[in-house]
């Protein structure tokens, strides 16, 4: 699972699981910010990733619209679903 903890820094999100009672599984690989829409793609791939969390969707949208200049092929399905 990848999860993008895209307004979260880490230590916030540490607190949170904390408050939550539990850990960050071995399964999970947490990512706090992308560089590019090719970068989370390739992540995505080479790590096999089926599932991806986006916290929250209002960041990723953002970043987004900020490279839409890049291609954004498979990833625009994403933005689609949301």
Same mark, same amino acid.
């Given at each position: ?7 979260? +820094? #880490? ?17 999970? *690989?947490?990512? *706090?910010?992308?560089? +590019?829409?090719?970068?989370?793609? #390739? ?5 096999? *990733? ?9 960041? *990723? #949208?953002?970043?987004? #619209?900020?490279?839409?200049?890049? +291609?954004?092929?498979?990833? +625009? ?6």
């Amino acid at each position: 699972m990848l999860y993008l903890a895209l307004e979260d +820094s #880490k230590r916030r999100l540490q607190q949170r699981i904390k408050q939550l009672g539990t850990g960050i599984s071995q399964n999970c *690989f947490v990512l *706090f910010n992308i560089e +590019s829409l090719q970068e989370l793609e #390739k992540i995505i791939i080479d790590h096999n *990733f089926e599932v991806v969390i986006v916290d929250t969707m209002q960041a *990723f #949208k953002r970043a987004v #619209k900020l490279l839409q200049t890049q +291609s954004l092929t498979p990833m +625009s399905r994403i933005i689609t679903l949301a």
